[in-house]
């Protein structure tokens, strides 16, 4: 089903993508740590034409009390963008989608983080979607991932995140909003890269079972390409060799 | 046996720091004969093979005997709730405050402490669910009266301090000041007078801002000395 | 007392999982009984009741002309939602719907929609104007685990079940021909497997007791050809490169047994 607008081909006869990409080639990634005075922890990424902020609080003490779990710290994320960050004004607040992002989100986070050294206490995580361009989760996971450890808090590993996607029947690494648009799968994948344990999976399109395997090795690369980055963006922080 | 790092350096949660017959300590994570960093810092490999990461930021999370700089929020029945700038409000018993037994119908115990009292107060009880309990019943623990409080990352305190307390020593002899540095990240300071206090409290903030670097201890003086000649005259 | 049940049943669970062995003597890749009964709801244009096990789920389908979506002006507009009612469980509160329902009726949502199930631009009236808007209503009323499967094998049945009212164009204006109905065009049949992972092991169609204490959990949506259209890790934890391989190989096997039902 072709879409209004569709350009003809996404992947140029030289084997590259519109903005000039490989197949398997990541955004230009520019990652900031400990960007806001308040937060507890923070960063900042652009990837490609995405800027996220991400912040964290905690842990802290945890209101209302009834969400305080004896044993560990509640984990929360809010995954949310701002109304100029897309073509359309988009209505302020959650609505479906933010919902289960900010779960998945968390989700990917509960196993890296030492929540039981916290009991009763609370760890939030915000990521903020200032300008989107497709890959806004992922983008979102790998500079959370920044602002945990920039709050100190203690962690198993980093978490690094990327999506690998389908288009003009090619399996590529980080698809830009066009390529998302028109292409025929998106797949978000976060993982600990030190680790290779995978905490965020989803996918919608399709992909031949053979495909799926070739976009979950490109995924990989692409966390542990992320992942490289991330611990740039820390040590030019905070210096060190 | 392997360091796979050098000491001082910058560790990443998820670092190999070693393998083989260490002890985990603060900032790391063992699993089977593997230590890893959980923290962001710097490796200190102590001279027991312990093996731990300085963080570079972080809460203060309170541990038994730690003396605390807390803060009244409210009084409840016969206890205390005081704010220790940890994830967890702690209790002061009013046994832990007084030596009587305690007959609500005849003291009014905001006498003793009133809320946004400062208190000089130590750990004494931590339970699982990170439940603490204070005293303030020992020499040189209870109100702090007057003076100034500056609040610092408490991963920063242990520098503030100095080695065998050398740099809070060097402070309290150039400004003439009272100071103490609390492990949650408070610092209380009451001088003979306010150009004093700013002295320290400028002293304070600098070591909390440069705290990674070296030389640390003779920038401070020369900072204090300076500043004195000018300020004081 | 919750907590203590809870603990023996793991520490059971984890060590059949180590023989390969589950609480009610399945082998990891087979699903509970499986019953389906459709087109029961009489005022739902299409209805379906399954049954996995003790969970059961009804979803029903209403059809209703709207305006489409600016960027699809030629196709109809299809709409997932899920309740998750709280006569079904326990833990389930009343209220708007928690990020459990909405992760549940978006996962659904995408099987259907990345299949191409439903042929959307057949569903357009007047272009740009007028489409048919299909609402597939999940209505979770026994939860005893696994509600993704049993929603999307309901959703996909309900579709297949429902009748959409013959129309004709007069002008501008859509005349609903009385009495007379044609089938929704469906072209696809998207099925959910989800696995837990419990022990190191991939558990299919993980029973509620299997789910408290599972590790992580992951669902693939295939279509008939075997093609992989959405999917979804859930919950904490995490999933290995190879164990995400298996999951796709066990899915594309055993959806094959749920589409026989449909």
Avoid at chain 1, 118 to 141: H, K, M, N, Q, S
Avoid at chain 3, 90 to 112: C, K, M, Q, S, Y
Avoid at chain 3, 221 to 228: P, V
């Amino acid at each position: 089903m072709a879409k209004v607008g569709a350009p003809e081909k996404l992947i140029t006869k030289d084997g590259l993508r519109l903005d000039g990409r490989r197949l398997d080639e990541p955004r230009p990634v520019k990652l900031e740590v400990g960007i806001l005075k308040r937060a507890d922890g923070s960063a900042y990424i652009e990837q490609g034409r995405n800027k996220i902020l991400a912040a964290v609080y905690g842990p802290r003490e945890l209101h209302p009390r009834h969400l305080q779990k004896p044993d560990t710290a509640l984990v929360r994320c809010r995954y949310n963008m701002s109304p100029f960050s897309v073509p359309e004004r988009r209505r302020p607040g959650p609505d479906r989608r933010t919902i289960e992002i900010s779960k998945v989100a968390r989700e990917a986070f509960e196993q890296a983080i030492f929540a039981e050294h916290y009991p009763r206490a609370g760890i939030d995580i915000f990521i903020e979607v200032l300008e989107a361009d497709a890959g806004t989760r992922c983008a979102g996971i790998t500079a959370a991932s920044l602002a945990l450890a920039d709050a100190g808090i203690p962690m198993k590993d980093l978490v690094s995140a990327i999506a690998v996607g389908k288009i003009d029947g090619q399996v590529v690494l980080d698809l830009t909003g066009i390529e998302d648009n028109y292409g025929q799968t998106d797949m978000p994948v976060a993982m600990m890269p030190r680790r290779n344990e995978i905490t965020l999976l989803q996918m919608d399109g399709h992909f031949t079972s053979e495909e799926f395997e070739q976009a979950l090795e490109l995924a990989i690369k692409g966390c542990k390409i992320l992942y490289e980055k991330q611990r740039e963006a820390l040590k030019t922080k905070y210096g060190g060799p | 046996m392997a360091v796979f790092v050098e000491n001082r350096s910058l560790v990443i949660p998820g670092d190999l720091i070693a393998e083989g017959n260490f002890k985990a300590s603060d900032g790391t994570f063992q699993e089977q004969d593997r230590i890893y960093a959980s923290v962001l810092g710097l490796v200190d490999v102590g001279p027991n093979k312990t093996i731990r990461v300085i963080p570079f930021a972080g809460k203060y999370m309170p541990k038994i005997n730690d003396v605390v700089i807390g803060k009244v929020v409210d009084l409840r029945f016969i206890t205390w709730i005081i704010d220790i700038n940890a994830p967890y409000l702690a209790d002061l018993h009013a046994n832990e405050v007084l030596d009587r037994k305690v007959d609500l119908t005849e003291i009014d115990l905001l006498r003793f402490y009133d809320v946004g009292d400062l208190l000089i107060s130590k750990v004494i009880d931590i339970d699982e669910e990170k439940n603490i309990r204070l005293t303030t019943k020992a020499p040189g623990l209870g109100k702090l009266h007057g003076g100034r409080l500056v609040k610092i990352s408490p991963v920063k305190v242990p520098r503030i301090i100095g080695r065998s307390g050398s740099m809070i020593k060097l402070i309290k002899d150039e400004t003439k000041c009272e100071i103490l540095a609390s492990s949650n990240g408070r610092v209380w300071i009451k001088g003979k007078d306010s150009n004093l206090e700013n002295l320290a409290i400028q002293a304070i903030l600098k070591i909390e801002q440069e705290a990674h670097t070296t030389g640390l201890t003779d920038r401070i003086k020369e900072m204090l000395q300076k500043e004195r000649g000018e300020k004081i005259g | 007392m919750a907590d203590i049940i809870a603990e023996i049943k793991k520490d059971y669970i984890y060590s059949l999982a180590e023989k390969d062995m589950r609480v009610d003597g399945r082998s990891l890749d087979q699903y509970r009984p499986i019953s389906l009964e459709t087109g029961k709801m009489g005022r739902a244009q299409g209805s379906a009741i399954v049954k996995i096990g003790n969970t059961q789920v009804i979803v029903g389908t209403k059809l209703e002309i709207g305006e489409p979506f600016p960027d699809t002006p030629n196709e109809g507009v299809l709409t997932v939602n899920a309740e998750l009612v709280p006569l079904a469980s326990p833990t389930f509160e009343p209220g708007p719907p928690d990020e459990n329902a909405i992760e549940l009726a978006r996962v659904v949502d995408r099987g259907i929609r990345e299949s191409d199930a439903i042929k959307l631009d057949n569903l357009c009236l007047i272009e740009g104007e007028k489409v048919w808007v299909t609402f597939v209503d999940i209505h979770v009323i026994d939860h005893d685990g696994n509600l993704i499967d049993a929603s999307a094998l309901g959703a996909i049945s309900a579709l297949l079940n429902t009748r959409l009212p013959a129309t004709k164009v007069e002008g501008k204006e859509i005349v609903i021909e009385e009495g007379e109905t044609v089938p929704l065009p469906v072209v696809q049949k998207p099925v959910a497997c989800t696995f837990a992972k419990i022990n190191g092991k991939l558990m299919l169609d993980p029973s509620l007791d299997e789910e408290h204490i599972m590790e992580t959990r992951v669902t693939v949506t295939t279509d008939a050809d075997g093609n992989i259209r959405a999917m979804q890790k859930g919950i904490a934890g995490y999933l290995t490169k190879e164990e995400l391989i298996k999951a796709v190989q066990i899915a594309r096997e055993r959806s094959q047994e749920l589409r026989k039902f449909l």
